[in-house]
């Protein structure tokens, strides 16, 4: 699974430094990706997948499908 996909490891096992870090990036690259006023609104999110989880249910639809499908594809790729 990837961070997008995934909740929150237990802070105590031994995927969650690994999941913070590669979070704190994913978070970084959707904030520096959306547009300034979809980032005030997203930004008290706490993971990747909660900031993803709202901008797919925001903003998709069938026009933008493919356009996410790229974004998740180039998100996988950097990791």
Known sequence: ???IE???PVMNSGKYSSWKEDNNIVMSWI???VQPQITSIIADYTSAKQM???LKQTYSNEKNV????QVVEELLNLS
């Not at 493919?66 to 499908?69: E, G, Q, T, V």
């Open 1 to 3: 699974e990837h961070v």
């Open 66 to 69: 493919s356009k996410i499908l």
């Open 52 to 54: 993803w989880d709202f």
């Open 31 to 33: 904030m520096n990706s």
């Open 6 to 8: 995934e909740d929150e």
